[in-house]
């Protein structure tokens, strides 16, 4: 009819809200909830977050230096991830490999949402 408008139905979350929120609260560890796993730039080896690429590494060395250190010779320095060193992320629901960004550039999930 003529003069009739149609309104836009705002409680219905468009699609690519929808797209963005794909996977929300289901991936990642136990210190964060999100949907991309961050390249270590120090051991080139993907880590949901750099508390994770700690503990593993540290627990890495920490069974090597127990297990080879029969001469004495010191512990080496910790291997720890400088988070603002990253490069490069990967999605978790694609896993695009990508810049650090709030949106994937492969799927368009938010990756960073909380």
Request: glycine fraction near 8%.
């Amino acid at each position: 009819c003529e003069g009739d408008q149609m309104e836009e139905d705002t409680n219905t979350p468009s699609i690519e809200a929808d797209v963005r929120r794909k996977g929300l609260f289901e991936f990642g560890c136990k210190h964060y909830r999100r949907r991309c796993l961050k390249k270590a730039p120090c051991c080139q080896e993907f880590f949901w977050c750099r508390h994770c690429h700690n503990e593993q590494k540290e627990a890495e060395e920490y069974s090597q230096s127990t297990s080879g250190n029969i001469n004495g010779t010191p512990p080496l320095p910790p291997h720890t991830i400088d988070r603002f060193a990253v490069e490069e992320v990967k999605c978790a629901l694609c896993h695009t490999q990508q810049p650090p960004a709030q949106v994937c550039i492969g799927c368009g999930v938010n990756m960073g949402e909380y």
